[in-house]
């Protein structure tokens, strides 16, 4: 059974009203309900169409992949981390900047899937996966660029809590393994969050397939039939993990930050880093949020029904009013820094403003917050697709010139003028197109292999919204079935 | 398990194991990252485990300072300074501690070659090479037989000498482009016509209390700059009641200018006019009647023609009248001026008139090494020239080229590598292919100093009579896969007596030793009687072992003869205007590299080390006052092509925020265009990835200078005692728009505020 | 005798908690019968017992293990071992408190996780009585009954606005 | 009065252990007296077997020099003057050092057999948290295998010699790529000297050897010794009142004195 077109979900179509403040609610996925079947064979089916393009894009990046990520890494193990820019003082590059961007990218799928799921905003539910995605894939970049800053990366296991033959443990002082079981306990968590409420769809997934995707659907699914007992330690499941994982995610970014701000250096040790940096981490995951929805509603079939303009603008206020909490804090940790007037941080600050790298200084205030508080409040450039993607960009443009002022340009002042040097990417550039390249493969390989979309989340949000009709007109209502 | 497991098997789970335990621990014998394998014959001296340490005697320069070397099981580990010996007493200096990567440098020749001018490369046996040597000696006249050799070496110089003597040859001839930068003749001729005696004068710095120093860069390579770095601690720290006082002159801030309280500019050529004005206006303090010395100056001109305030000469006259043990000191760029004797002169009056000859903080005459007879001081470069027009015209038929690297060191409008073309025949006793050796005949390779016996002079630097001695520390660089010799090197002294007895005659009768330490030993047996010495020795033989194991025989008393300063002050000493050749803009200022020195060259860890005052490692720059460049329209890093009437030159700029904005300075030691691979530049390989054959320096092949050298620049003129006027040109300083990043270790952002914004 | 599997397809709830309740009064315990959905339907609404679950239990045991082996990481193996670095205790207590939080959360996710592996027995790749309309929103009702019965539950349930209604064997899935 | 006040010297940051703020072995230099000739600089790189690093990663921040001399810049021409003089600068052997905790691995750990901090070149995995918060700026990182690249090496029967590894110092040693390095005080000749004193059965008398840049150092700017004996040369100089401290505001406890010209 195919959905062979768009009419049967033209609500809004059929719903047109000339006047612009009367939505219709069902202009909302959740007040346009379809039947679950009919769900199941568009996301099926947004499965399973692939058009040239996507291989040319997939083969583009495959090769990227290869070449920028495997590549350009082994080259760096087998002859050293000579042909990287580090050097004294930026001891840190590109490599730590690019670990602090993508876990900040890795907070949009918690927060989208654990915060809102517990404070039951509804118009979660369609890309809660997605978002989700975001996270796992994300968090891979992450943990590859640490690896790749690694001096001996083959040694990498001395850092596990494993002893050595002396019974030497690692060093629990170090916010690099405060770092380590953090980013462990979030990977691991989110990956398992992830799989979870997959499990119902992948089912879905095994009983609408034939041949290899049957066998990796029925393997994926694990048995799940629905029973009321399945559902039942699911959802408790997904309970726990939407409660424990929001700590977990703070405490993630909080430790990256630590990593900085526990460091006895001016510009790093500032206590409302760790604020900071959430907040960082949710203003670049949301916009990455809106970007990967706009380039999957534009590129896969079906999505228009499943991710609309109610999406956007919800995503769209969010990001506003991510945006103001990082103007307060960016505001918080300047003015600090400001006003202290210490010798070194004062220094720090000129350099910011008024040296070479100034230009990402000033870029980064435009992007994060001049532009999303110029823009966002807007509810017809929230709802334009293409303008929102752009905002989104512009957002994850700014917060990587932000860590990359916070990591290299700020250790190039320290306490020492006279070792102070600035610091230029070198193999750094190619391996942050790698790791660009394989979370975007990744994504691409993920949008073929598993339902994006979580279909019975929809079809249960669908089953509890309905419109009463009070009066001469339908209110929406939400029932709390739980 | 009942099987029992066979020792095969035991070892392969043994291997297996420790594999695993390699690769866990990461330091397994599978990490092993530089192999060394031991030699397979050791020395004589040899404990496992244990250092033997061998006094001896460092020949980076021609101070003499005595080392103790730290070896093991065959090889040199560390040179550490000799801490009886009287000139250095346990310190060394950074070149000193580097001489093992002279001794283990890779690009040392590998054995007696047939050079052939660089043409056709050929190796030799010892034997062809001694009698190579030794026909050189027997088919010339031998008044067309020279030696042309460094300032090390007393003991190769003396040999040469008895043997030139003996056969009636001119006598060796020694020069090094340090005694030419040190202006030694100029010390010397000075010392002759104020002090009645022509040799080194020794300055006290350690007991006096107001030094003034005249260009004397005696912290950074000037005649024995471990010495006299000891002093000028002294003469800080020395005296608890009291912290000596210290002003320099010179028209750049040199390392020791940079050490002084007060560091004062002028404009160079003009430094004896300025000790005179101080002269007089400490004779005016002073009251009394006005020395002769001083009558002729005024003070207040001299102010306005050298750039130095007024105020300025008289606050340091004050100083000087009020202190108990002023010291004034002449030396540097100050002496290479067309005025320079005169400038000595006016200095050492100075001393006179502070009545400081032969006192404690004062000046003195330099005790003789104890085997010399008078002062010998090295070839000026007046000399030089006529050495030169001597080998160009035919007067040399066969030349030997001992411990200096004339082509390298000599400026280039002297011609010395045209004139080596009308040289029939060359030999070379080079150790490293530096640039004459490439262009010799022959290269019967000498040892490395640590290889070496031999004695050293000590000329200056210490009040006691040293005589410094060598002996080898190591037997050779071996390589350990084959037990042979890397470096097929033989003391020069054994060629010599060897080929002098080939040759027979003459030269076999002047040198009637059996080797290089039987002929050493001749020269110490004068010294067996001496009581007062830091050993006394019955004979030759005990004598000769205590001298190895002291690293020298020295005075224990102090020796230092007082000079007469009575008429010092009656005569009439002139300070001519300094003549500079040339129309430029600029006075050019040469100072030697204090880390580089002549020939530091190729040793890698002297190239890394940051020069002391602009930080930039392995390159030479040119020191421009920051506002000169603005005017030219040049700034950090530009390339500027320096224009003088003898010669271009071209290098990077460095701003320089302490030099006169009239002058510009660059360093002299780079430049070399051939001398080994770290000397050189080798374009890609310089990020030390490839394997360099050794042939590219040896045949003078592929290499491009690394830096430049001013004395291409420099032209033949000469002050009053023959010594370079080297600071005597004026040069065109224009931008070619070419950019070269030099290598600081320094921070442009936090030393020179580069990018921070307008304030900073 | 002997038992039958019989599946009853609803579209709907209501129609299928009319049925488990018709069931009930024909005589079938809730242990003879089991429901499969698409979405998580509450037991409240079908009228059915509460289903047992031990996730949070388990969530609850993992994060006090976890607990422990951070505080066995934190203050326990620097003792096996002790190094001083910058002036600092052997153990410290704030940045211990790091650990132990860290390991409780991923203690207390890993057991969640696994727990709800132990309480479906997931993976269970063996063949399974299930119908593959329940993806499409379904609700089946299974229950068991004597053979012999059969004819009676099918009337009835049909009765109750079963879509179908037929017995099932277990198949693969 | 001033004796009840809290030794703000022997608290440490934390609070912690109870060190003697002086430790044990201890420098002091003189900057009235550094003459920046570089001789410190060339005497710890042959005793410690440092690698020189090329004219391109020299000047690219990436030399492998555990001591360097500083000099900052004071006014304009004429009046220029170096700021302070030559600093040279080492690590500082800090009592509290920034850099022990922030490593994961505990390769850069505090001795309490010689109250320094010791790099274990062995154990460190290059995460290069140390440098970063060293507030001295004294690590150095070997980025490449610098003494095993061929350009040094001849090619003697077809194998590669390298001559230069000659003068490798037994007791040191040589560092591969991927791990961090500093001065250790030459801990070399700490040992050794313990070694021999302890076969003779007495205490290292001070003096009986000093380290590679205070043995060369021809102006004898740089003491190294006890600090925690009195009548030690080192401690009687620490306590003349030209004596700073580094960045002392840190707490970071530094075992180097510096004398200030003053």
């Known amino acids: 059974m195919a959905v062979t077109s768009n009419h049967l979900y033209g609500a809004q179509k059929a719903h047109e009203t000339p006047h612009e403040e009367e939505h219709d609610p069902r202009e909302q996925l959740m007040y346009d309900p379809l039947p679950r079947g009919v769900m199941n064979d568009m996301v099926m089916e947004s499965m399973t169409t692939t058009s040239w393009k996507f291989w040319a894009v997939f083969g583009v990046l495959s090769v990227l992949v290869a070449v920028c990520f495997f590549y350009a890494w082994g080259f760096m193990i087998s002859e050293g981390l000579y042909i990287a820019g580090v050097m004294r003082p930026s001891y840190w590059g590109v490599f730590l900047v690019n670990t602090v961007f993508w876990i900040g990218i890795s907070h949009a799928g918690t927060f989208i899937s654990a915060i809102l799921r517990v404070f039951k905003a509804e118009f979660r539910r369609p890309f809660t996966r997605a978002a989700e995605l975001m996270t796992t894939f994300g968090l891979i970049q992450a943990g590859a660029s640490i690896f790749m800053h690694m001096g001996r990366v083959w040694l990498f296991y001395w850092m596990l809590p494993v002893p050595n033959e002396r019974l030497l443990w690692p060093n629990f002082h170090s916010p690099l393994m405060w770092d380590l079981l953090a980013i462990t306990t979030y990977v691991l968590g989110s990956t398992m969050y992830l799989f979870l409420p997959l499990i119902p769809d992948l089912a879905m997934a095994r009983d609408r397939s034939t041949g290899w995707r049957k066998t990796f659907f029925k393997v994926l699914a694990l048995g799940f039939r629905g029973t009321e007992g399945e559902w039942r330690h699911l959802t408790t499941a997904m309970n726990i993990f939407a409660f424990a994982i929001i700590p977990v995610m703070f405490s993630v970014h909080t430790i990256v930050s630590w990593d900085f701000a526990m460091a006895m250096r001016p510009g790093w040790s500032s206590s409302v880093f760790g604020p900071y940096f959430v907040v960082g981490a949710l203003h670049s995951g949301m916009g990455a949020v809106a970007v990967v929805l706009v380039i999957m509603r534009a590129t896969m079939k079906h999505m228009d029904y499943f991710i609309r303009k109610e999406h956007f603008d919800g995503l769209g206020k969010l990001m506003m009013i991510v945006s103001f909490a990082y103007a307060y804090?960016?505001?918080?940790?300047?003015?600090?820094?400001?006003?202290?007037?210490?010798?070194?941080?004062?220094?720090?600050?000129?350099?910011?403003?008024?040296?070479?790298?100034?230009?990402?200084?000033?870029?980064?205030?435009?992007?994060?917050?001049?532009?999303?508080?110029?823009?966002?409040?807007?509810?017809?450039?929230?709802?334009?697709?293409?303008?929102?993607?752009?905002?989104?960009?512009?957002?994850?443009?700014?917060?990587?010139?932000?860590?990359?002022?916070?990591?290299?340009?700020?250790?190039?002042?320290?306490?020492?003028?006279?070792?102070?040097?600035?610091?230029?990417?070198?193999?750094?550039?190619?391996?942050?197109?790698?790791?660009?390249?394989?979370?975007?493969?990744?994504?691409?390989?993920?949008?073929?292999?598993?339902?994006?979309?979580?279909?019975?989340?929809?079809?249960?949000?669908?089953?509890?919204?309905?419109?009463?009709?009070?009066?001469?007109?339908?209110?929406?209502?939400?029932?709390?079935?739980? | 398990m009942s099987e029992k497991i066979s020792r095969r098997d035991f070892l392969k789970l043994a291997s297996v194991g420790a594999a695993t335990t390699a690769v866990l621990t990461g330091c397994g014998p599978a990490s092993r990252y530089v192999e060394r394998e031991p030699y397979m014959k050791m020395p004589e001296y040899s404990y496992n485990g244990l250092s033997t340490y061998y006094a001896t005697t460092c020949r980076e320069c021609a101070a003499g300072c005595g080392l103790v070397v730290r070896t093991m099981q065959g090889r040199a580990i560390k040179v550490e300074g000799n801490p009886s010996n009287p000139v250095n007493l346990g310190k060394t200096c950074a070149r000193g501690q580097a001489t093992l990567q002279g001794l283990y440098n890779p690009d040392r020749i590998e054995g007696p070659t047939k050079q052939g001018r660089g043409s056709g490369v050929s190796p030799l046996d010892w034997d062809a090479a001694i009698q190579t040597v030794s026909e050189a000696l027997k088919s010339n006249n031998p008044s067309e037989i020279a030696f042309l050799m460094g300032t090390g070496s007393d003991h190769v110089f003396d040999l040469a000498s008895d043997l030139t003597n003996a056969i009636g040859a001119p006598a060796p001839v020694r020069f090094g482009a340090l005694s030419m930068f040190e202006s030694r003749a100029t010390l010397s001729k000075a010392a002759e016509n104020l002090l009645g005696q022509s040799a080194m004068p020794f300055f006290d710095l350690a007991n006096a209390d107001v030094v003034l120093s005249f260009g004397a860069n005696f912290l950074e390579t000037w005649l024995s700059p471990v010495a006299y770095t000891r002093g000028f601690a002294k003469m800080r720290r020395g005296n608890p009641k009291q912290r000596g006082y210290f002003i320099h002159f010179e028209a750049r801030m040199s390392q020791t200018a940079s050490k002084a309280d007060e560091w004062i500019p002028l404009l160079p050529g003009t430094e004896g006019l300025v000790a005179l004005a101080i002269g007089r206006l400490v004779a005016e303090a002073k009251g009394g009647a006005m020395p002769q010395a001083f009558a002729s100056v005024d003070p207040l001109e001299v102010a306005s023609t050298s750039g130095v305030k007024l105020e300025t000469l008289e606050h340091i006259a004050q100083l000087i009248v009020e202190a108990q043990t002023p010291l004034a000191i002449p030396g540097g760029a100050a002496l290479g001026q067309s005025n320079g004797l005169s400038t000595a002169e006016a200095v050492l009056a100075l001393n006179a008139l502070a009545d400081n000859f032969g006192k404690p903080g004062g000046v003195f005459v330099s005790p003789l090494s104890p085997n010399e007879d008078a002062y010998h001081r090295p070839t000026s470069a007046q000399e030089m020239t006529e050495f030169i027009a001597k080998m160009k015209s035919g007067g040399i038929k066969v030349l030997f080229i001992h411990g200096v690297n004339p082509i390298f060191e000599l400026p280039k409008s002297f011609g010395f590598a045209e004139a080596l073309e009308s040289v029939s025949q060359v030999i070379s006793f080079a150790t490293f292919p530096d640039e004459t050796a490439i262009a010799s005949d022959y290269i019967f390779p000498d040892h490395?100093?640590?290889?070496?016996?031999?004695?050293?002079?000590?000329?200056?630097?210490?009040?006691?009579?040293?005589?410094?001695?060598?002996?080898?520390?190591?037997?050779?660089?071996?390589?350990?896969?084959?037990?042979?010799?890397?470096?097929?090197?033989?003391?020069?002294?054994?060629?010599?007596?060897?080929?002098?007895?080939?040759?027979?005659?003459?030269?076999?009768?002047?040198?009637?030793?059996?080797?290089?330490?039987?002929?050493?030993?001749?020269?110490?047996?004068?010294?067996?009687?001496?009581?007062?010495?830091?050993?006394?020795?019955?004979?030759?033989?005990?004598?000769?072992?205590?001298?190895?194991?002291?690293?020298?025989?020295?005075?224990?008393?102090?020796?230092?003869?007082?000079?007469?300063?009575?008429?010092?002050?009656?005569?009439?000493?002139?300070?001519?205007?300094?003549?500079?050749?040339?129309?430029?803009?600029?006075?050019?200022?040469?100072?030697?590299?204090?880390?580089?020195?002549?020939?530091?060259?190729?040793?890698?860890?002297?190239?890394?080390?940051?020069?002391?005052?602009?930080?930039?490692?392995?390159?030479?720059?040119v020191e421009m006052n920051p506002e000169t460049a603005h005017e030219l329209g040049v700034t950090n890093d530009d390339v500027v092509e320096i224009t003088s009437e003898a010669g271009v030159v071209k290098a990077a700029v460095y701003l320089y925020p302490a030099i006169h904005p009239g002058v510009i300075a660059m360093p002299f030691g780079q430049g070399h265009t051939a001398y080994g691979r770290y000397a050189t530049s080798l374009g890609t390989s310089e990020k030390f990835m490839e394997l360099v054959p050794t042939s590219q320096y040896v045949n003078g092949g592929k290499v491009s200078p690394r830096g430049a050298n001013p004395a291409d620049v420099l032209g033949a003129h000469f002050n009053a005692a023959g010594d370079l006027a080297f600071a005597g040109m004026k040069v065109e300083v224009k931008k070619t728009g070419e950019t070269q990043a030099l290598s600081r270790l320094e921070s442009r952002i936090g030393v020179y505020g580069e990018g921070m914004g307008e304030e900073h | 005798m002997s038992d039958t599997t019989?599946?009853?397809?609803?579209?709907?709830?209501?129609?299928?908690?009319?049925?488990?309740?018709?069931?009930?009064?024909?005589?079938?315990?809730?242990?003879?019968?089991?429901?499969?959905?698409?979405?998580?339907?509450?037991?409240?609404?079908?009228?059915?017992?509460?289903?047992?679950?031990?996730?949070?239990?388990?969530?609850?045991?993992?994060?006090?293990?976890?607990?422990?082996?951070?505080?066995?990481?934190?203050?326990?193996?620097?003792?096996?071992?002790?190094?001083?670095?910058?002036?600092?205790?052997?153990?410290?207590?704030?940045?211990?408190?790091?650990?132990?939080?860290?390991?409780?959360?991923?203690?207390?996710?890993?057991?969640?996780?696994?727990?709800?592996?132990?309480?479906?027995?997931?993976?269970?790749?063996?063949?399974?009585?299930?119908?593959?309309?329940?993806?499409?929103?379904?609700?089946?009702?299974?229950?068991?009954?004597?053979?012999?019965?059969?004819?009676?539950?099918?009337?009835?349930?049909?009765?109750?606005?079963?879509?179908?209604?037929?017995?099932?064997?277990?198949?693969?899935? | 009065m001033s004796n009840q006040m809290v030794d703000l010297n022997r608290v440490g940051a934390k609070g912690a252990i109870a060190e003697a703020a002086e430790g044990k072995w201890g420098m002091v230099i003189d900057r009235d007296l550094c003459t920046g000739c570089q001789a410190c600089v060339a005497a710890c790189a042959m005793e410690n077997n440092l690698s020189f690093v090329g004219e391109e990663d020299a000047g690219y921040g990436r030399?492998?020099?555990?001591?360097?001399?500083?000099?900052?810049?004071?006014?304009?021409?004429?009046?220029?003057?170096?700021?302070?003089?030559?600093?040279?600068?080492?690590?500082?052997?800090?009592?509290?050092?920034?850099?022990?905790?922030?490593?994961?691995?505990?390769?850069?750990?505090?001795?309490?057999?010689?109250?320094?901090?010791?790099?274990?070149?062995?154990?460190?995995?290059?995460?290069?948290?140390?440098?970063?918060?060293?507030?001295?700026?004294?690590?150095?990182?070997?980025?490449?295998?610098?003494?095993?690249?061929?350009?040094?090496?001849?090619?003697?029967?077809?194998?590669?010699?390298?001559?230069?590894?000659?003068?490798?110092?037994?007791?040191?040693?040589?560092?591969?790529?991927?791990?961090?390095?500093?001065?250790?005080?030459?801990?070399?000749?700490?040992?050794?000297?313990?070694?021999?004193?302890?076969?003779?059965?007495?205490?290292?008398?001070?003096?009986?050897?000093t380290t590679a840049c205070a043995q060369a150092c021809p102006a004898s700017a740089i003491t190294f010794g006890r600090v925690d004996h009195e009548e030690s040369l080192v401690s009687q100089l620490g306590q003349v009142s030209r004596g700073t401290k580094h960045l002392e505001e840190l707490n970071t406890l530094p075992r180097v004195t510096y004398l200030e010209k003053g």
């Open chain 1, 329 to 482: 804090f960016f505001f918080n940790d300047y003015i600090v820094q400001w006003y202290g007037g210490d010798k070194w941080t004062d220094l720090l600050l000129h350099w910011l403003e008024e040296g070479p790298m100034a230009w990402m200084f000033y870029l980064l205030i435009l992007f994060n917050i001049v532009i999303p508080f110029l823009t966002l409040w807007n509810k017809k450039i929230r709802t334009t697709p293409w303008l929102l993607a752009l905002i989104g960009t512009l957002i994850n443009v700014g917060m990587y010139f932000e860590r990359y002022l916070i990591v290299p340009v700020m250790l190039t002042i320290n306490r020492m003028p006279f070792t102070w040097k600035l610091y230029f990417p070198r193999v750094e550039v190619f391996l942050t197109i790698g790791t660009f390249a394989l979370f975007i493969w990744l994504y691409m390989l993920a949008s073929r292999l598993i339902p994006l979309i979580p279909v019975w989340e929809v079809q249960e949000g669908q089953m509890v919204h309905t419109l009463r009709k009070v009066g001469k007109t339908q209110v929406p209502t939400v029932s709390e079935f739980e």
């Open chain 2, 448 to 621: 490395h100093g640590l290889e070496s016996w031999g004695y050293q002079r000590v000329a200056t630097g210490t009040t006691q009579s040293v005589l410094s001695g060598l002996q080898p520390a190591v037997s050779g660089v071996y390589d350990p896969n084959t037990n042979e010799l890397l470096y097929n090197a033989r003391g020069t002294a054994d060629v010599l007596i060897a080929a002098a007895q080939l040759a027979g005659g003459k030269s076999a009768e002047s040198l009637p030793f059996k080797d290089e330490v039987e002929f050493i030993q001749s020269k110490l047996a004068n010294l067996i009687g001496e009581t007062d010495g830091s050993f006394v020795a019955p004979e030759i033989n005990t004598f000769s072992a205590y001298f190895q194991q002291h690293g020298g025989w020295w005075k224990k008393t102090a020796e230092l003869a007082t000079p007469s300063a009575s008429s010092v002050l009656s005569k009439s000493v002139k300070v001519e205007a300094a003549q500079f050749a040339g129309e430029g803009e600029f006075f050019f200022l040469p100072f030697v590299s204090p880390t580089l020195a002549e020939a530091g060259a190729n040793k890698p860890w002297l190239q890394e080390l940051p020069d002391p005052t602009t930080t930039v490692m392995w390159n030479t720059w």
């Open chain 3, 6 to 173: 019989l599946l009853a397809l609803f579209q709907d709830i209501d129609p299928a908690a009319d049925a488990i309740e018709k069931l009930h009064e024909l005589g079938v315990t809730d242990d003879r019968i089991n429901v499969i959905s698409g979405v998580p339907v509450t037991h409240k609404m079908l009228g059915r017992p509460h289903p047992w679950t031990n996730v949070s239990r388990l969530a609850l045991g993992g994060a006090i293990a976890g607990f422990a082996f951070g505080v066995f990481l934190n203050f326990g193996t620097p003792n096996l071992y002790g190094v001083h670095v910058g002036g600092q205790y052997i153990t410290p207590i704030p940045p211990g408190l790091i650990i132990v939080f860290e390991m409780t959360m991923l203690f207390a996710l890993l057991s969640t996780f696994l727990g709800v592996f132990l309480d479906s027995y997931f993976p269970n790749y063996r063949p399974l009585e299930y119908v593959a309309e329940v993806s499409d929103g379904k609700i089946g009702v299974f229950f068991k009954c004597a053979q012999d019965e059969q004819k009676k539950f099918m009337d009835a349930l049909s009765k109750m606005g079963a879509e179908s209604i037929r017995p099932v064997e277990a198949q693969q899935l």
């Open chain 4, 63 to 209: 030399t492998q020099h555990w001591i360097r001399i500083e000099r900052l810049w004071e006014g304009e021409y004429p009046e220029v003057k170096m700021d302070g003089g030559f600093q040279p600068m080492l690590c500082q052997q800090c009592g509290h050092a920034p850099c022990e905790p922030v490593c994961p691995v505990f390769a850069t750990p505090h001795s309490e057999a010689e109250s320094i901090n010791l790099q274990v070149y062995n154990r460190c995995i290059g995460t290069r948290y140390c440098a970063n918060n060293c507030p001295y700026q004294v690590r150095s990182f070997n980025w490449r295998d610098y003494h095993i690249q061929p350009f040094h090496a001849n090619l003697v029967n077809g194998q590669l010699v390298f001559p230069l590894h000659n003068q490798f110092n037994p007791d040191v040693t040589v560092r591969r790529r991927g791990v961090m390095e500093k001065c250790t005080f030459c801990i070399q000749r700490i040992h050794s000297a313990q070694d021999k004193a302890k076969s003779e059965g007495r205490e290292v008398e001070d003096g009986e050897f």
